[in-house]
């Protein structure tokens, strides 16, 4: 899980589509290149079938992204 903090209100706010976001909090994200590209539904959607929005932004939108890491065994899980 991440939280996002971009420089303009990019992306839709999944529960309200008519109002964009510029701070998104417990998204997941995909990073390829110099894009991100951002699932910004809730964390108890993300294993529901069907099909969903993926948006992709340039990573010169992103102001700040802070990550939740685990340590299990001395070692940071999925670093």
Avoid: C
């Avoid at 420089?7 to 909090?25: C, E, G, M, S, V």
């Avoid at 993926?54 to 065994?73: F, R």
């Amino acid at each position: 899980m991440r939280t996002l903090e971009l420089n303009d209100k990019l992306i839709p706010d999944p529960n309200a589509q008519h109002i964009k976001l510029d701070r998104l909090h417990s998204v997941r994200v995909a990073i390829d290149g110099s894009f991100l590209h951002i699932d910004p539904r809730p964390a108890d959607e993300w294993k529901k079938p069907g099909e969903f929005t993926i948006y992709t932004v340039p990573a010169s939108n992103v102001l700040v992204m802070e990550s939740q890491e685990q340590v299990k065994s001395g070692k940071v899980v999925g670093f």
